[in-house]
């Protein structure tokens, strides 16, 4: 369901390890400030972190999401206009979706991901809450162009992407998804997009440091993996999940610390890290609202309105994809 996790097609070397995973462990530990990529963190132990992540009282955006969701259905309904295709990118969750869809009653729904086990389980999932909702599930890399099904080729377009998960990506390949989601949808398409907001650091670092550890487990669970599926001998009880603030990106980053002097091996070769020395495993950007619309424009997709919670935690943004416009 992350967007983090979906941007290459798996290939397995002969002794089934995945080589994209390999690549990027090995020149990610290689490096000065070692680094290994989000979308490793979601295998299935990660995913169902991820899930228990979303319930801890500290971590707000997905509850913040859902209010926006419940309260503005009428107002989605009123811009988005009835009839659409909406397309989700990543296989919808199992309550923001049937929000959406109940608000503005389109004509189908195309959940996109590149995991087809995600993908057929969040398609049954809705035809048995929408039975009259036609369903064309497509399993694809939503980080390139996608060709759509057929059947919903001539219908106005409502792309999905909730949660936030553009903040895990670096604002040039955040650029490069808003792009080819506007190729995916065409000229005319709207797009509902979930952006989380800057706020006190102690509320965002506590948000990704929550007090049972269960985003220190998702966190370190990415070194598990790497053991297990890399031939690894990280002394996993000696790296400490860190949630820091970067205020320059204006982003959460998560990091492993070495607490002591370290040194192992992953797939045969070695790596020394010194105490105190980190692994950065994620960034979650955050946004206000000159920021979003930056963000937004600069993928080719201009802002129409944006919605709150309460709380004014969390953002969800309609922008519209308009024919470019020549300056001024
Ligand atoms: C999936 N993504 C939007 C989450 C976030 O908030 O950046 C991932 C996450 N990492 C730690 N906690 C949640």
């Known amino acids: 369901m992350n967007a983090e996790k979906g941007l290459a097609l798996v290939n397995l070397d002969e002794d089934g ?5 390999r690549a990027d462990v090995l020149a990610g530990l290689s490096e000065a ?8 963190l979601y295998d299935d132990a990660g995913s169902q972190l991820f899930e228990d992540i979303t319930q801890v009282p500290e971590y707000y955006p997905t509850r913040a999401e859902t209010e ?10 009123a811009l988005i206009g009835t009839g659409r295709a909406v397309v989700e990118f990543g296989s919808g969750s199992s309550v923001k979706t049937p929000l959406l869809l109940s608000a503005i009653a389109p004509a189908a729904y195309i959940p996109l991901d590149i995991s087809g086990d995600f993908l057929r389980a969040a398609a049954d999932e809705l035809s048995g809450k929408f039975p009259d909702l036609p369903v064309y599930p497509v399993e694809a890399d939503f980080m390139r162009q996608v060709e759509l099904p ?3 080729q001539a219908l106005p377009k409502l ?33 509902l997009i979930g952006m989380d907001l800057i706020k006190q650091e102690e509320v965002l670092v506590a948000a990704y440091d929550d007090k049972a550890g269960v985003t220190a487990e998702f966190n370190r669970n990415l070194l598990r993996r790497v053991n297990r599926e890399l031939s690894g001998d990280i002394p996993v009880e000696q790296l400490v999940h860190e949630a820091r603030w970067n205020d320059e990106y204006a982003r959460i980053e998560m990091h492993l610390v070495a607490e002591v002097d370290l040194q192992f091996s992953v797939g045969g070769t070695t790596f020394r890290m010194a105490a105190g020395e980190t692994i950065h495993t994620e960034n979650s950007h955050k946004f206000n609202r000159r920021t979003s619309n930056m963000l937004l424009l600069a993928g080719g997709w201009e802002p129409q309105a944006r919605w709150l ?6 953002s969800l943004i309609v922008a519209e994809a308009k024919p470019p416009r020549s300056a001024p």
Do not use: C, Y
């Open 33 to 40: 400030q070692k680094a290994i990529p989000a979308r490793w």
């Open 68 to 77: 926006i969701l419940k309260a503005h259905g009428q107002d989605f309904a």
């Open 150 to 152: 057929d059947e919903v």
């Open 17 to 21: 390890v995945d080589t994209a995973f």
């Open 309 to 314: 919670d309460g709380a004014q935690r969390f």
């Open 159 to 191: 792309g999905f992407f909730p949660g936030s998960t553009i903040g895990n990506m670096v604002a040039r390949t955040a650029v490069d998804l808003l792009r080819s989601m506007r190729e995916t949808l065409g000229e005319g398409a709207k797009l």
